[in-house]
């Protein structure tokens, strides 16, 4: 096997089942491609809902249990402007086989549009991603982009399918709550101040009869 060899997979899904809801998007689409000893996954998947539900969902980072099964813990350890360092533990399974991951990520946030994850440390520290929100208006296409450098360019079959499956494990996942999620209540509009007239006193005219009377 050469390093410029191409290893392309398509996997399609007629229906998929995620914690027993079905997934009424529609079949995720994931290719898989090595280049090298590099492993390149890009995938979309068109979700029936608001931009709004879909960053909802996404930057939803510590109830990511309730929805990923194999999530165990998800936190934030980190906050900033427009970014955020999570810590982040579960598992992965592919038929027979489970492998546990811990590790830290650096997620930067481009509001209602994209988020750029960096894995800093733990199983998958060589890892880069990104979720992309497309669409301005629902039905919005749910996109995932990453980056995985195996370190060898003979990687074990068994971590490539593991990681063919987990990538739509956690898309369907985070579909499937997108349509479970109720829309995000609109933020209250500020009232405007109604400007007060100026009361106009007559004391300066009371004032001035008084004088030409006298």
């Avoid at 510590?62 to 980190?78: A, D, L, N, T, W």
């Amino acid at each position: 096997m050469s390093h410029s060899m191409l290893i392309a997979f398509r996997l399609a899904l007629g229906m998929v089942l995620v914690g027993g809801h079905a997934l009424a998007a529609g079949p995720p689409s994931v290719n898989f491609q090595q280049q090298g000893t590099r492993l390149l996954v890009s995938g979309s998947l068109s979700v029936p809902v608001a931009p709004e539900t879909a960053w909802a969902v996404l930057t939803d980072y510590e109830r990511v249990p309730e929805f990923v099964p194999g999530m165990r813990v998800s936190r934030v350890i980190e906050k900033g402007e427009n970014t955020r360092v999570l810590e982040q533990q579960g598992e992965m399974l592919a038929n027979n086989m489970r492998m546990l991951y811990l590790g830290t990520l650096r997620v930067v946030e481009e509001p209602m549009s994209r988020l750029s994850v960096q894995f800093l440390s733990g199983t998958f520290r060589n890892m880069q991603g990104q979720w992309i929100i497309q669409g301005k208006s629902a039905p919005v296409m749910l996109a995932y982009q990453l980056d995985y450098d195996t370190g060898t360019p003979y990687p074990s079959p068994v971590m490539v399918g593991m990681l063919q499956q987990q990538v739509i494990h956690w898309v369907s996942s985070l579909a499937a709550e997108m349509e479970r999620r109720p829309p995000p209540k609109p933020e209250p509009k500020a009232k405007a101040k109604s400007k007060s007239k100026p009361k106009v006193s007559n004391t300066g005219n009371t004032v001035k009869q008084r004088t030409t009377t006298q």
